[in-house]
Every structure is written in structure tokens, then in C-alpha cells.
T-cell receptor
Framework: DAGVIQSPRHEVTEMGQEVTLRCKPI?????LFWYRQTMMRGLELLIY????????DSGMPEDRFSAKMPNASFSTLKIQPSEPRDSAVYFC??????????FGPGTRLTVL | AQKITQTQPGMFVQEKEAVTLDCTYD???????LFWYKQPSSGEMIFLIY??????QNATEGRYSLNFQKARKSANLVISASQLGDSAMYFC?????????????FGAGTQVVVTP
């Protein structure tokens, strides 16, 4: 079975541009998480969904960030407008139970 | 709020030796789960092992075992017979299982370098 799929793997954009990160969770998993990893802040949870419904978005840094999960097999994380401090690796993860959580390969975002 | 502490920023270990990575946590909840992940230089997050707070036995997965000491709030990872491929960053994480969602909070990580 395929793991969590993320695209793009790398994204370089200029400040002010809109960025959309995509995630396909493992089939059958009902929870989806978006994390961000930076050297300064480590790994931090941004938002998570259960059965396609956003449960907690308190980790989203500001209104420039938004996430959607229109169906069980697809989620997006959008940054508009992007800023250099948004440069990070963004991970998507999915799970079926609280005893496991599988991560995608991540998207390395660079905002110039 | 819970907190995860990994006090070892980095360590060297010789191939074939065992290594213990420390993790302590702070929570007032009784029901929680503890995870260890490996992040090699390629960047992916690899799930290694899970321990539930009510699990009676310490978790083991191949060469990985979790030394769970609930009273001390510690969940140390033991890697036996280290291999060169074990060189990576290792993260301890915790989730509350009472909320059923499984959101993870991570420690700062420990960088392990395995030498020949």
C-alpha cells in the first residue's frame, strides 16, 4: 500500500506569492495532520482533521495559512501571501488509530 | 499542557554497540501514547515504535525497544547492535489518547552518529 503522498517535494517561490501544498493520506486512515519543521521551532502541529472535519487549527500561525480537506483522500495547505519566515519543511501525516501516525516525505518550501 | 524533553542534543556510538536515547515527558493525563521517530538526512520521518501508557509490557520492534518507566515519566529508546544506517535524528513524541485524535507533540530531537 502506498504511504502518505505529498506534492510538490520542493517549492521555491517569491515573497507575496500563493503557495499550495498537497497531501494524499493512506487509504482508510481517518485522521490527517499538517506539521511544520524549522530549525528554530522544531516540529509543530499546524492543524488536524478527523473524517475530513477540521478539529483544531490553533497551531496555524496566522490568517495567511488555511487548510482544507474536501474528501477523505485529499488535503491542501495554502499560504497566501507567503513570507520568507514561512520557509520550512511541511509534513502531512495520517492515522487510523492513536497508536500510529505515518508521515509523508515532506515539502521543502523556500520563500525568497 | 504536556511537554517532551530530550536532553541529549547529539551522541556518537560505535557500530554494533547499543545506545539509549533519553526522553522524559510531563503530563497530568493518565491516558497517553509515546512515539519514537527516526529522521535520516534525507528528511523523511520514519515511525519506529509506540508505547501506550496502559500497556503492561515495554514495546519492542526488532532492534528497537522502549524502556518505559511510568512513575519517572520516561520513555527511553534503546537501539541494540547499532548499524551505520542508524545515523539520524531521533524524535520522541507524545499524544493524549483521551481526545481520540492522536495529535503529536515532539521533543527537540537527538542526533545520533554511528561510527565504524
Amino acid at each position: 500500500d502506498a504511504g502518505v503522498i505529498q506534492s510538490p517535494r520542493h517549492e521555491v517561490t517569491e515573497m507575496g506569492q500563493e503557495v499550495t501544498l498537497r497531501c494524499k493520506p493512506i487509504s482508510g486512515h481517518n485522521s490527517l495532520f499538517w506539521y511544520r519543521q524549522t530549525m528554530m521551532r522544531g516540529l509543530e502541529l499546524l492543524i488536524y482533521f478527523n473524517n475530513n472535519v477540521p478539529i483544531d487549527d490553533s497551531g496555524m500561525p496566522e490568517d495567511r495559512f488555511s487548510a482544507k480537506m474536501p474528501n477523505a483522500s485529499f488535503s491542501t495547505l495554502k499560504i497566501q501571501p507567503s513570507e520568507p519566515r514561512d520557509s520550512a519543511v511541511y509534513f502531512c501525516a495520517s492515522s487510523l488509530t492513536t497508536r500510529e501516525q505515518f508521515f509523508g516525505p515532506g515539502t521543502r518550501l523556500t520563500v525568497l | 499542557a504536556q511537554k517532551i524533553t530530550q536532553t541529549q542534543p547529539g551522541m556518537f556510538v560505535q557500530e554494533k554497540e547499543a545506545v539509549t536515547l533519553d526522553c522524559t515527558y510531563d503530563t497530568s493525563d493518565q491516558s497517553y501514547g509515546l512515539f519514537w521517530y527516526k529522521q535520516p538526512s534525507s528528511g523523511e520521518m520514519i515511525f519506529l515504535i509506540y508505547q501506550g501508557s496502559y500497556d503492561e509490557q515495554n514495546a519492542t520492534e526488532g532492534r528497537y525497544s522502549l524502556n518505559f518507566q511510568k512513575a519517572r515519566k520516561s520513555a527511553n529508546l534503546v537501539i541494540s547492535a547499532s548499524q551505520l544506517g542508524d545515523s539520524a535524528m531521533y524524535f520522541c513524541a507524545m499524544c493524549m489518547t483521551t481526545d481520540s485524535w492522536g495529535k503529536l507533540q515532539f521533543g527537540a530531537g537527538t542526533q545520533v552518529v554511528v561510527t565504524p
